[in-house]
């Protein structure tokens, strides 16, 4: 640390360039190995994927009456996972918030793979899933059209423009990294490749006069598209009458525990990786600390949500809400419930104290604790509800099947598997927007910050 | 690269010189700059008076996105239209949920076009001329490219240097200062004296003329060897 500061500006902006190329050197076998055990875990998912559509759906847990299990569970949870890198890259952006700068690429990255994610599991939870293109709204020879009054399509449009927007900005973030490790790239091939992906940037004052305009809208846009993608994933719940599921609070309650658990998620991968390639110099204690700081006020709007579920349920008299609540907290299902209260609303309360925001290790913890309870409270949420509706003849358990398992590690595994390709090829850290808050190289009256 | 058009390129370390070297060139009367930095820089900007001329981009954002509302409008109204079916007793027209696509089709095409705007508005493939760039750019250093006629390459030369720049080069050819080279002399005839010097300064011009034997290499352009006699 005290090495790092010790360097004038402009050595700063050398160390800096010269950090993010050793990410980039040849992997070793630490590497290898992690990829390796990963595309274990990926393969094992794909393989119960062709499992299921040899055999049949029958092989996924679910049936009547939860038609909804860990496939729909799993789709909220990454596209939640999604949510907390648009927040950082473009939320705080607007916000000028300055620890959003060393950890943002992370996070959008987090965001691109995050969807790329998501975006399968409405298809394997398909019993006939090469159909799956009907529900984009095309010219056909029946002639019909998509029903656009339904959630589905909502979310079909939502989730595809959420992902477009999401690559796209994540692409032009990086637009003058790409060229900066394009300037001191050795090899043809990989010369090449960062030639052709920097799309001929110089740093020229009339490209960055476009360039941060450009990026300022893109921030404007993604900002309001971030709380309508959680939104409308919401509503594919809360438009139909489960009780449980038709509140009004759904959205704001959704948005905020997307980037609660998103923000835990990006706290899950800086810390591993600020580590293994010591990067202390620009993910400084100060960006955990603001991340924790968030991570107290959207736990505490999640955990309020909770509670006002349940006031709701009572205030409202109608006793198929209230049921259903009294069932989630002590029926089958009150082992997830309240893992999901213990983790989501206890747990990051320990954020308020200083000393454990500093303990990497502990706050490592508890950012595994809290995706653990977020991906319960989907569970929670999609499960209980539909397993008690209105109807006793027609209750039923849900259980999980080994296949449904599978999956669901594999898309760990698809995750990490980009995530592992990524911090090896592109840019992890935003050189120019770290070397916006790093001084300014000046010959007279020292450096500052502009 | 037509003689009337010489590139000559300043590299600098610190930013405050450089702003005053584009001061000093502005009001010499050279407007055709071009500077080159690791990262946006406001006082730049502001010595190149940018603002000035603020970039389309909006534009392109904002048709972009009443287009692409548009596109969400007729979408879902033209196509219910064309197969009218009651779902839910409601309108076969319904706007609110409608809303929600046309909110995201705007989003959509608005943000494709903010992108385009980028491309088209930066030139960034366009510019592909091998042009004066310094690598080091993208690194921690910056640079003034001044676009000028031959006549007026001293006079620029000489502001940078005044502005105490790092090295010029003069399309594209590293430009040992006059001063230096004089130097060297007297420290030739003061051979016996300061032998150690010389050896030092020789590889040195050794290294320099390498270097300026490999960017020959590098553009074969009738322009370097003039510069060269200079």
């Known amino acids: ?450 | 690269m037509s003689k009337s058009n010489q590139n000559i390129l300043g590299i600098y370390t610190y930013v405050d010189v450089l702003v005053d070297a584009i001061k000093k060139l502005r009001a010499e009367g050279f407007e055709n700059l071009r500077v080159f930095s690791p990262v946006p820089n406001h006082e730049i900007e502001d010595a190149l008076d940018t603002g000035k001329e603020p970039s389309k981009i909006k534009y392109f954002t904002f048709c972009g996105a009443i287009l692409g509302a548009l596109v969400g409008v007729c979408f879902t109204v033209l196509t219910s239209i064309d197969w009218p079916i009651v779902t839910s007793a409601k309108p076969i027209v319904s706007i609110p949920p409608y809303m929600i696509i046309i909110f995201e089709c705007m989003i959509l095409i608005g943000g494709l076009s903010t992108f385009l705007g980028l491309i088209i508005n930066s030139r960034l493939r366009k510019d592909t001329s091998p042009e004066l760039y310094d690598e080091r750019f993208s690194d921690n250093k910056f640079g003034i490219l001044v676009n000028c006629n031959p006549d007026d390459l001293e006079k620029i030369e000489n502001i940078l240097r005044d502005f105490g720049t790092d090295e010029v080069q003069v399309n594209g050819v590293l430009k040992v200062e006059a001063k230096e080279e004089e130097i060297k002399e007297e420290a030739k005839e003061e051979e016996i004296k300061e032998e150690a010097k010389v050896e030092e300064v020789k590889e040195e011009e050794v290294k320099e003329e390498a270097k300026v034997e490999e960017v020959k290499e590098e553009e074969a352009n009738p322009d370097i060897t003039e510069v060269k006699n200079d």
């Open chain 1, 1 to 450: 640390m005290s090495n790092f500061d010790s360097l004038s500006a402009s050595e700063k902006y050398s160390h800096l360039n010269e950090t993010v190329m050793n990410m980039l050197n040849k992997p070793g076998w630490g590497w290898w190995a992690i990829f390796a055990v990963d595309m274990m875990f990926l393969a094992f998912g794909i393989y119960c994927f062709i499992y299921q559509i040899y055999t049949g759906l029958g092989v996924a847990g679910y049936s009547h009456p939860v038609l909804w299990g860990v496939y729909i569970t799993n789709f909220v949870f990454w596209v939640g996972i999604a949510h907390s890198g648009t927040l950082i890259s473009a939320v705080l952006f607007l916000f000028r918030a300055r620890f959003r700068m060393s950890i943002y690429r992370i996070a959008e990255a987090m965001t691109v793979f995050a969807v790329a994610t998501a975006g399968l599991f409405p298809i394997i939870h398909l019993g006939r899933p090469w159909n799956f293109y009907w529900l984009l709204p095309y010219p056909n020879q029946r002639g019909l059209w998509v029903n656009f009054d339904s959630p589905l399509l909502w979310d079909v449009f939502a989730v595809s423009t959420y992902a477009t927007i999401s690559s796209v900005f994540f692409f032009i973030g990086m637009i003058p990294d790409i060229a900066a490790i394009r300037d001191t790239v050795v090899g043809k091939a990989k010369k090449v490749f960062y030639s052709v992906a920097s799309l001929g940037w110089k740093g020229s004052s009339w490209e960055w006069g476009h360039y941060t305009r450009a990026y300022f809208y893109f921030a404007c846009f993604a900002t309001p598209l971030v709380i309508s993608v959680h939104s409308v994933v919401s509503w594919d719940f809360a438009m139909a009458n489960t009780p449980g599921w038709h509140t009004t609070i759904f959205p704001p309650y959704f948005v905020a525990g997307a980037i609660f658990s998103g923000l835990a998620m990006v706290i899950t991968l800086c810390i591993p990786l600020r580590y293994i390639f010591k990067l202390e110099d620009y993910i400084t204690m100060d960006n955990f600390d603001g991340m924790s700081k968030m991570i107290i006020l959207t736990s505490s709007i999640v955990f309020y949500a909770y509670l006002i579920e349940f006031f709701i349920a009572w205030y409202s008299g109608n006793k198929y809400e209230y049921d259903q609540f009294i069932y989630r907290a002590v029926g089958d299902y009150a082992l997830f419930y309240w893992i999901m209260m213990f983790c989501n609303g206890i747990v990051p309360h320990l954020l308020w104290f200083k000393k454990i925001r500093q303990n990497l290790m502990i706050l490592f913890i508890i950012t595994l604790l809290i995706n653990i309870g977020m991906w319960f409270e989907r569970f929670n949420i999609i499960v209980i509800s539909l397993s008690k509706e209105f109807e006793p003849g027609s209750w039923g358990l849900y259980k999980p099947s080994w296949v449904e398992i599978g999956i669901t590690v594999g898309s760990f595994a698809w995750f990490f598997m980009f995530f592992l390709i990524f911090v090896r090829t592109l840019p992890a850290l935003s050189i120019a927007e770290i070397k916006e808050i790093l001084p300014v190289p000046k010959k007279n009256g020292g450096s500052s910050h502009e």
